[in-house]
């Protein structure tokens, strides 16, 4: 199984800031992802992180609000621009194997005032 | 066509007692049937999957009933601890590599000492 890290752990923001989450996996995988999380709720796909194009963003979410990065199979970046307080939230890295089996890092838990 | 519809939403039993959490899905593609346990503060954990080939699938206490027919898959738990005390989410998707895990609600399950 893939082992996540995400940094940082948690963070409070102020409005209009920006904050970038890095995610790293031990090993290769083949699909990376970004997830929303509000305390008691379900997961919220962001966007799937495509190694070397644009990721896939799911409806709701823009490139400009969540910009992301996947420079290799091991490592992306998703960044909450011009932060707001509904931005507050858990967001989750996953990444999947080659067997479709997915993991989740233990999250960031994200505070704007 | 891709909701996956969880219940219960909460679930308190007593030590030793098997609570069941139920999933129904709509998409005949979905094809790989996860579900996560997550505890307070931290990120979703892969527990258990199935794909629809088999009807049953057991891993220690944790066990994975599927009905193809019916659309319905559960998850069972043998003689629940106060340590499995945690949300559950259920999951499906099209096991192939591009396709993307749809998420239950998520079931709070207590168990009571």
């Known amino acids: 199984s893939a082992v996540i890290s995400q940094k940082p752990s948690r963070d409070i923001c102020q409005r209009g800031t920006s904050l970038t989450i890095q995610c790293q996996v031990d090993?290769?995988?083949?699909?990376m992802f970004w997830y929303r999380q509000q305390p008691g709720q379900s997961l919220t796909l962001i966007a799937t992180?495509?190694?070397?194009?644009?990721?896939?963003?799911e409806s709701g979410f823009v490139i400009d609000k969540f910009p992301i990065s996947r420079p290799n199979l091991t490592f992306s970046t998703l960044t909450v621009s011009n932060m707001s307080p509904e931005d507050s939230s858990i967001y989750l890295c996953?990444?999947?194997?080659?067997?479709?089996?997915?993991?989740f890092g233990p999250g960031t838990r994200l505070t704007v005032t | 066509q891709q909701q996956v519809k969880q219940s219960p939403q909460s679930l308190i039993v007593q030590k030793g007692g098997i609570p069941i959490i139920n999933c129904a899905y709509e998409?005949?593609?979905?094809?790989?049937f996860p579900w996560y346990q997550q505890f307070p503060g931290k990120g979703p954990a892969l527990l258990i999957a199935?794909?629809?080939?088999?009807s049953e699938k057991k891993e220690g206490r944790f066990t994975i009933s599927f009905n193809k027919s019916a659309k319905q898959f559960s998850l069972h738990i043998m003689d629940s601890q106060p340590g499995d005390s945690a949300t559950y989410f259920c999951?499906?998707?099209?096991?192939?590599?591009?396709?993307?895990?749809?998420f239950g609600e998520g079931t709070q399950l207590t168990v009571n000492p």
């Open positions: 998409n005949t593609a979905f094809d790989y």
């Open positions: 992180a495509n190694q070397g194009s644009e990721a896939t963003y």
């Open positions: 996953s990444a999947r194997d080659s067997s479709y089996e997915q993991y």
């Open positions: 999951a499906a998707s099209r096991g192939t590599s591009g396709s993307r895990l749809t």
């Open positions: 090993s290769q995988v083949t699909m």
């Open positions: 199935i794909r629809p080939d088999v």
